[in-house]
């Protein structure tokens, strides 16, 4: 697996090649975007819905789009932010981590966790935080099996989703 931060082209676009495989990637994914609530229809997510998600992310101070190739291909995107929007929690966040649907369950979701610590490793970071919606229980085994613990409850601050925040120590 390579991982390299996401780079917009001229003019801060995605490049259309890319852009398409990402919107496949976010598609493939139909039962995490129907649990989100991310997009308006998890049938028909929309090259240009997934271009403003990004954006909108990347938008956000500190914010990281890191970008999974393997054989060639887009399998999956990990969006991290250095610093909470709140000042007195000091660990880095994982935003978003997804695989694409055609590649789960080989263990490239824990591959690119794994990377994503060892980044924030590097950087001194001691530990790192996610929320995962409260009705996802498939990421919340998933995020458990690789040591994160619960450690709170709450509102997400952009759609007030119930959510499940956890941490683990680096």
């Known amino acids: 697996m390579i991982v390299e931060p996401l780079e917009l082209g001229e ?6 090649p890319l852009l398409t495989e990402l919107t496949d990637l976010y598609a493939s994914n139909r039962e995490f975007q129907q649990l989100s609530g991310e997009f308006p229809d998890p049938d028909d997510i ?3 819905q997934v271009a403003a998600s990004l954006a909108e992310e990347l938008a956000q101070p500190g914010a990281e789009v890191l970008l999974a190739r393997s054989a060639g291909r887009v ?3 990990s969006v991290t932010l250095a610093h ?3 000042p007195d929690d000091p660990d880095p966040w994982i935003g978003l981590l997804m695989v694409h649907g055609r590649d789960h369950r080989m263990g490239f979701g824990r591959e690119l966790t ?3 610590e060892k980044r924030f ?3 001194g970071r001691t530990g790192v935080k996610l929320a995962v919606l409260d009705n996802n229980r498939k990421a919340l085994t998933f ?3 690789l040591g994160y613990e619960e450690v709170g409850r709450r509102k997400d601050r952009r759609l007030g989703r119930d ?3 956890l941490r683990k120590r680096l």
């Open 46 to 48: 929309r090259p240009e």
């Open 143 to 145: 995020w458990r099996s």
């Open 84 to 86: 909470h929007p709140d």
């Open 75 to 77: 399998i999956g995107v």
């Open 163 to 165: 959510c499940v925040v």
């Open 121 to 123: 490793r590097a950087v």
């Open 11 to 16: 003019e801060g676009a995605l490049p259309g």
């Open 114 to 116: 794994e990377i994503v």
